[in-house]
């Protein structure tokens, strides 16, 4: 990935949305964990779960570098799948998570955005990779 990938354009647009859901996240799962950990625990650190996916992610997004590039794409990996999983289960089976994470119903909360960024984040790596 060059230096111009992320720190102008686009790359700096999908810098910025991971920026906002690892802090999100983050700060939710903060609060929620401190506050109703007893309510749902599953949910609760599934959410301290994606809030670190996130920041990963982020991070990794704004470094240049094959290992920065490695690392977004592993991380980035991991939150398709997250939010594909989650996102089928809290579908299939509401109970199992009784309060809402941001992978919850493909991230239905966050207008479906937790489902469509991996895609577009692996989008951007991949083509960072090609050029």
Known sequence: ???QR???????VLVAVYAVFALAATARSIVQLTTAFDEAP???LLSAFAGVVYVVATVALARHGETSTRVATVAIGVEAVGVLVVGALSVWDAQLFPDATVWSYFGRGYGFVPLVLPFVGLWWV???RRS
Do not use: L, N
């Not at 992320?6 to 700096?12: E, L, V």
């Open 1 to 3: 990935m060059s230096d």
């Open 6 to 12: 992320t720190s102008s354009g686009f790359g700096r």
């Open 42 to 44: 599953v949910a609760y």
């Open 126 to 128: 991949t083509r960072g």
